[in-house]
């Protein structure tokens, strides 16, 4: 869910069977096949002795009234960051407005530079998380590209050893699948910076915007009714912040990067960090663009996922559906893009001596880091913490040493 106004550059990894390209199906209202990329590739963590294979899909959206719109979501999975066998990059960017396909590209670039590049990364991966989202976020506003009005939220995740830390700019989601039992159950690794948050519509009000939704702007309904009820219910016409004088920029989101007219009305790139303890009862977890999100829930998902033998089938599920429940709701689809992460083998026995569990510091020469881009509410178990940095504050646009990120923390997820 983007702005209400509402390239491709791939280096896929080759698939054990060679194909990168799969049929999802034809659909009555498109009267189309859509064809979308999947791959699957592998990542061992050797401080801990266990391995990522993980699968990645992005399907451009269908849009009736601008049949050549690009795909605005990109991703990145970087493996190996700063040489180092046990720190790798998951990243989903869903670009939004006129630019956003250059915003979302810009931002899926630089993020993961200045993290690659930040000494304090290992030490203190949250700081290095605000700082990136910080720095990114200047970078876009000095780049050439118009982010005035456009922009794009981003949901990554780094995992750090056997320590996993979700950093969410927006609306996008991570979603952790737990062992309970005999059951698989969903935990959400980031939640939805928007208006229908009552932290995040106080924060956006008091930095003065207007939070409104479409139908009361236009004075269909009475805008002195502040209550929207969930997301799940009033999707449809969500709460949109505009200026106190003006018809813009009504966007759905209190978090992106880019927007720099938002920012003067609290839109700001201070990402939220939930950090997670990997354990053995943690067999996949899913990055993935709100396309995916927005008929389906979380459980659903991971269900999904579960009941497939093959990570590329679970993502050919997943975006077949949301296509499908899209098209069923509305005569348009959002661009979708998913990754799935499964943890194999992990048994937090300890394996690598020299290496910490946030990962060490031990480098491997030999094997060059790994790279493939593409173009086209807090759950039980979590407590909150305050970061050593300072709250985010009203329309601040400041350096990253005096911002935070909320931090979320479980020991474990169990």
């Known amino acids: 869910?983007?702005?209400?106004?509402?390239?491709?550059?791939?280096?896929?990894?080759?698939?054990?069977?060679?194909?990168?390209?799969?049929?999802l199906g034809r659909y009555a209202q498109v009267q189309t096949h859509i064809l979308a990329g999947r791959s699957v590739e592998s990542a061992q963590v050797p401080s801990h002795n266990f391995r990522l294979?993980?699968?990645?899909?992005t399907q451009r959206g269908f849009y009736p009234e601008s049949p050549e719109k690009e795909n605005q979501d990109s991703y990145c999975i970087r493996t190996q960051l700063q040489g180092n066998p046990n720190v790798h990059f998951f990243g989903v960017f869903d670009g939004h407005g006129q630019f956003g396909t250059e915003c979302s590209v810009f931002v899926r670039d630089r993020l993961v530079e200045i993290l690659s590049n930040d000494s304090t990364l290992l030490d203190d991966p949250v700081k290095a998380y605000n700082s990136a989202f910080s720095i990114t976020n200047e970078e876009l506003h000095d780049s050439e590209i118009d982010d005035s009005m456009s922009g794009t939220t981003a949901i990554t995740a780094l995992l750090v050893g056997d320590m996993l830390y979700v950093a969410n700019v927006g609306?996008?989601?991570?979603?952790?699948?737990?062992?309970?039992?005999?059951r698989v159950v969903a935990k959400d690794l980031s939640s939805d910076q928007t208006p229908f948050r009552?932290?995040?519509?106080?924060?956006?009000?008091?930095?003065?915007?207007?939070?409104?939704?479409?139908?009361?702007?236009?004075?269909l309904k009475d805008p002195d009714i502040q209550s929207w009820g969930d997301?799940?219910?009033?999707?449809?016409?969500?709460?949109?912040?505009?200026?106190?004088?003006?018809?813009?920029?009504?966007t759905a989101f209190t978090r992106s990067v880019g927007d720099s007219t938002a920012e003067s009305i609290g839109v700001v790139a201070v990402p939220e960090v939930t950090t997670v303890h990997l354990t053995a009862h943690h067999p996949f977890f899913v990055v993935a663009s709100d396309g995916v999100f927005e008929f389906l829930s979380s459980q659903t998902v991971v269900d999904m996922v579960n009941r497939a033998a093959d990570p590329r089938d679970a993502s050919s599920a997943i975006a077949g559906e949301s296509y499908k429940l899209w098209l069923d709701h509305?005569?348009?689809?959002?661009?979708?893009?998913?990754?799935?992460?499964?943890?194999?083998?992990?048994?937090?026995?300890?394996?690598?001596?020299?290496?910490?569990?946030?990962?060490g510091r031990t480098t491997n020469t030999e094997k060059e880091t790994s790279?493939?881009?593409f173009t086209p509410s807090a759950s039980e178990g979590y407590r909150s913490v305050r970061s050593e940095l300072s709250e985010v504050s009203c329309c601040q646009t400041v350096p990253s040493s005096d911002q935070s990120s909320r931090v979320v923390v479980s020991s474990s997820l169990d």
Not at 171 to 182: F, I, L, Q, T, W
Not at 231 to 250: A, C, F, I, K, S
């Open 198 to 219: 009552k932290d995040e519509c106080e924060r956006v009000k008091s930095c003065g915007a207007r939070v409104l939704s479409v139908d009361q702007v236009e004075g």
């Open 1 to 23: 869910m983007g702005c209400v106004h509402g390239k491709c550059c791939c280096r896929y990894p080759r698939s054990s069977d060679g194909d990168n390209r799969e049929d």
């Open 330 to 359: 509305e005569n348009r689809t959002d661009d979708i893009t998913i990754i799935i992460v499964h943890i194999k083998a992990l048994s937090n026995s300890g394996g690598g001596a020299t290496a910490k569990r946030n990962g």
């Open 371 to 373: 790279e493939i881009y």
């Open 231 to 250: 997301e799940e219910t009033e999707g449809g016409d969500p709460p949109r912040l505009w200026v106190q004088n003006g018809m813009y920029p009504g």
């Open 171 to 182: 609306d996008s989601r991570a979603v952790m699948a737990v062992k309970e039992g005999n």
């Open 53 to 57: 294979e993980y699968s990645v899909l």
